[in-house]
């Protein structure tokens, strides 16, 4: 078992709320359509990106692979068991072992909650420990290894006590405390203030490699990314478009939408500007998304073909993927 | 390894709910009304609790002064029409009131919040008819229902604080509801149940526990709504006439023709005590809201 | 790059301090002696992480502070008049919108979501200039254009427009009175990355059409490199370093800016390990004594401890705070 996550065809609708009115003289439901057909795997200790804008479906992948909501259809594999399949109470045996860690420091952690509850409580859930010592020797220790020392003068403070990298490194904390397999991170840096990420992210780093772990790693900023994902996969609009080694894609992005995305990153040197971005308008709503293939509308390349068939999924290379007209 | 686990023990001395309710009292201790109000509750509490220590004298003690005598060197509030010293039956009368009031006020807590937890977590039929029911509770108005219910069950200590603890629980329900609503989409109630959290545990663990400050004001103003409610169903002649409440005395004071014959010392005072219970336990609840909700705790 | 000659300069900050008082008569002392100018046709970036003192100080400017935040000493003098102790309602009528207009921060919020979005900018208009409704609408008309929005669009209410094109509308605002210095305080950073690009691209275009001096205000390096030629670094209520933009990125003489330069990933480029600077921004309630980066400062020696260092020259345009220069 290499790969430790696969996720096959998943799919995530969102029906629309209507009124009373809009039920009696609309006739088809609309769906807000956040994940509409994805496909990747996660291999065992990899770090893998999922990239994109505000509203591409990167934060639902995160909580369907979690299976925190249900997918409207797809397949989903943890270490080859089909987690769509199994009971209730299987699943919460087999959470132990994937975990998540939010974007927001401040709403991520019960305001009125002890830190040392806080890291605790997945222990009782998962009943483990045996005693109430034996539950805050692990707490202890995983304070330790978050960086947050001395221990003692955190176990018993609340979260606003706390600056938010410290808050984050709790969420962390509490995460590994169950030794999980698989570490979902959504955007777990993109509120903290800049001198303070680099800390963060090393510090997951570091503690993938001590405890063997894998991230699924949610972010919109690119050049973070780089910096952490072994391989990355691009959303638009609920599908990937490209797919591959990081490094590569950020070199030599092939997709028009993930070479905008790329080229539209200012760069901390004053010699370096922005190019004119070659895309127009913004992202279009996942309620109506156009025909085809759904960038053709701001692509600068779009052809024919584009407006009326969806590109494939072609393997441009080892380990690389990419959707669109101009590879198949 | 041994080494660390005792550090942690004798650590847990000062640790959980004491240190929750240290910070709490110190927070508390700076609002000035909070405290202002928290002593004169307390005056209150222990004059109930050590009235027959304190008293001149007792209920029973009919005709040890002329009746309806203006408030003398003996009879600090003067007499009633029975003799009695009105002191006295204020300071007996503490009791029942207060704890009227604050039994009333548990029903109604217990109740609202079990009802507010689960209507607000589960978005089901059950859930949504249990919603209706308390949405007709709160149309009704409650006074109303409460004489009509101490009037069918009979004039009776405890079917006033029944009377008083299934009017109020609804608003209290609705209250709770509402933080639930809001309460079950934040992210650590996410983190818990992708810890493998039960739906009962994140109810009564985590939601519970943010929704507990609202609850606690809650509890202490409707000790005082309660106190004030029972008041009125005494006033009215719907309370037990065998015992001494401070609405029971205006009761008195009413049929016995006091006020009319102008023996305000029958009315005032008592009153006067009910005005201030009921302030005292509002100033509480507003000192506590202060500390227990903090408007901008972030950053 | 010409630099000061004896020019009077458009905005000029002298050691302002601006502290916000909090319960018990304690002061957070979020603006502590800044000083700063600016010159026609100059684009300064206001670098600094939360609880710098950028958004305070660009409020400052504007006046817009809330009622606990009081200025305790300093002069802003705008050409040459003193916009500090200006009558409140002169400087509202005169300086504020028409020289001087700010693009505040989430601005995309800042928009009246019951008014129309034109009508909200004619209000601006009317208010500061002695023009009638079709004449500010017209200047609207031009303005939607010059940002990148279709005119026909004015009738429109701020929640059929979506994010970044609220932050243009808010852009059109900021430019209806033809100000000399516009104040932008993160005008994108709640927006997508190609987004962004485009209104960065747009904020270049503009600065360089019109002319405009701009303050940038922001925490994200790479934005201020796009567009702005000076940059000072705030720190804890203090600027710490400040110069043109190409010698301070390239050559950063301050230990917080040399952090901050070092924490910044970059998309191009190969990777390199990010550095972090340890410890958290200091309690502006009690700031430590001497410098106010000692306790993270790698290079911290027991004079920092004690003075606070002084702005000095070190050559050209440049200035740093530190006892190491």
């Not at chain 1, 806080?118 to 304070?143: F, R």
């Not at chain 2, 508390?28 to 005056?43: A, C, E, H, P, T």
């Not at chain 3, 990933?265 to 309630?285: A, E, N, Q, V």
Request: aromatic share 8%; net charge positive.
């Amino acid at each position: 078992m290499n790969e430790l996550v696969k996720v096959e065809n998943l799919v995530k609708w969102f029906p629309l709320r209507r009124g009373l009115f809009s039920s009696l003289f609309r006739r088809e439901e609309l769906f807000v359509r956040a994940v509409d057909g994805i496909s990747f795997n996660i291999k065992e200790g990899e770090i893998f990106g999922l990239a994109g804008e505000s509203g591409c479906g990167k934060t639902t992948t995160a909580r369907l692979v979690l299976r925190l909501i249900e997918p409207t259809s797809g397949k989903i594999y943890f270490k080859d068991i089909d987690i769509l399949s199994i009971d209730k109470k299987e699943m919460r045996r087999l959470r132990k072992e994937m975990q998540i860690i939010f974007q927001d420091p401040y709403e991520s952690l019960n305001p009125r909650m002890f830190i040392c509850d806080i890291i605790k409580e997945p222990l009782k859930l998962q009943k483990i420990g045996d005693n109430e010592e034996e539950m805050l020797e692990m707490v202890y220790e995983m304070l330790e290894k978050v960086g947050l020392t001395p221990p003692e003068e955190f176990l018993y403070r609340y979260p606003h006590e706390l600056s938010g990298g410290q808050r984050q490194r709790v969420a962390i904390a509490r995460a590994l405390i169950l030794r999980p397999k698989l570490v979902v991170a959504d955007e777990p840096v993109s509120m903290l203030d800049v001198s303070i990420r680099a800390g963060i992210l090393d510090l997951m780093l570091d503690l993938k490699e001590e405890l063997n772990l894998s991230y699924l790693y949610i972010t919109h900023d690119l050049a973070t990314a780089k910096y952490v994902c072994d391989r990355l996969a691009i959303m638009y609009l609920g599908k990937i478009v490209e797919q591959g080694d990081t490094l590569k894609i950020v070199d030599e992005p092939m997709h028009p939408y993930a070479k905008a995305l790329i080229d539209a990153i200012p760069v901390p040197n004053p010699r370096v500007k922005i190019r004119k971005i070659p895309v127009k308008g913004e992202v279009p709503t996942p309620i109506h998304i156009p025909p085809g293939c759904r960038f053709h509308p701001r692509c600068p390349y779009a052809k024919d073909i584009c407006k009326k068939e969806e590109p494939p999924l072609v393997k441009v290379d080892k380990n690389r993927y990419v959707m669109c007209h101009l590879y198949s | 390894m041994k080494k660390k686990a005792e550090r942690l023990v004798t650590f847990k001395g000062k640790t959980g709910f004491a240190v929750r309710v240290k910070r709490t009292w110190s927070e508390f201790r700076r609002n000035k009304i909070g405290v202002l109000g928290l002593f004169i509750s307390l005056f209150f509490v222990v004059i109930a609790v050590f009235a027959p220590i304190i008293a001149p004298y007792s209920p029973s003690d009919i005709y040890v002064g002329a009746p309806l005598s203006p408030p003398s060197k003996e009879f600090p509030f003067g007499t009633d029409e029975l003799g009695r010293c009105i002191l006295s039956l204020i300071i007996y009368g503490s009791r029942i009131s207060m704890s009227v009031g604050v039994i009333a006020a548990l029903i109604n807590i217990s109740i609202g919040t079990i009802v507010g937890l689960i209507c607000g977590y589960y978005r089901n039929i059950l859930s949504d008819a249990l919603m209706r029911v308390t949405d007709a509770f709160i149309m009704m108005p409650s006074l109303a229902l409460m004489v009509v219910l101490a009037a069918i069950l009979g004039p009776n200590i405890y079917t006033i604080i029944l009377a008083i603890g299934i009017t109020t629980w609804p608003t209290t329900a609705r209250t709770v509801m509402s933080q639930v609503l809001s309460l079950k989409e934040r992210q650590y109630v996410e983190a818990v149940r992708a810890a493998g959290g039960s739906d009962f545990y994140i109810i009564f663990h985590c939601i519970l526990l943010n929704v507990l400050p609202i609850v606690f004001t809650n509890m202490i103003l409707s000790i005082a709504t309660a106190v004030l409610y029972e008041a009125g169903l005494s006033f009215l002649g719907l309370g037990d006439p065998t015992r001494i409440s401070w609405g029971i005395i205006l009761y008195y004071a009413n049929t016995s023709g006091a006020i009319i014959s102008g023996a305000w010392w029958y009315v005032i005072p008592p009153g006067i005590c009910i005005i201030l219970l009921v302030v005292a336990f509002t100033f509480v609840s507003h000192g506590l809201d202060e500390v227990l909700n903090p408007r901008l705790r972030r950053r | 790059m010409k630099w000061r000659q004896i020019k009077v300069p458009l905005l000029e900050v002298n050691a302002l301090k601006m502290y916000y008082e909090v319960k018990g008569k304690r002061w957070v002392k979020a603006v502590d002696n800044v000083s700063i100018r600016i010159d026609r046709g100059e684009s300064l970036g206001l670098a600094g992480e939360s609880g710098s003192g950028k958004t305070s100080l660009s409020l400052s400017i504007m006046r817009l502070l809330p009622s606990n935040g009081k200025i305790l000493g300093g002069e802003i003098k705008f050409e040459n008049e003193d916009i500090l102790n200006m009558n409140y309602k002169l400087f509202k009528k005169k300086i504020a919108w028409k020289k001087i207009s700010l693009v505040p921060q989430a601005a995309m919020s800042a928009l009246n979501p019951v008014m129309k979005v034109g009508d909200q900018i004619v209000e601006a208009i009317i208010f500061h200039e002695n023009v009638s409704k079709k004449e500010a609408l017209e200047r609207v008309k031009t303005l939607f254009k010059l940002v990148g929005l279709d005119p026909s669009r004015i009738n429109d209410y701020p929640h059929e427009f979506s994010g970044g094109m609220r932050q243009r509308v808010m852009i059109a605002m900021a430019l209806a009175c033809n100000p000399k210095l516009v104040i932008a305080d993160e005008p994108t950073s709640a927006l997508d990355v190609i987004v962004q690009a485009q209104i960065l691209s747009l904020i270049k275009d503009l600065q360089k059409n019109l002319n405009l001096s701009m303050i940038l205000v922001t925490h994200d390096l790479s934005i201020l490199s796009e567009i702005c030629n000076s940059i000072a670094v705030m720190y804890a209520g203090k600027i710490v370093e400040y110069g043109p933009t190409l010698e301070v990125y390239e050559d950063p003489q301050h230990p917080y800016t040399k952090g901050l330069l070092a924490a910044t990933p970059s998309i191009k480029g190969t990777r390199r390990r990010l550095k972090s600077i340890p410890g958290t921004p200091p309690d502006l309630l009690n700031p430590p004594p001497g410098c106010r980066f000692h306790p993270r400062c790698p290079y911290a020696k027991d004079i920092c401890k004690k003075e606070e260092p002084p702005l000095v020259k070190v050559g050209g345009r440049r200035v740093v705070a530190c006892h190491e220069v």
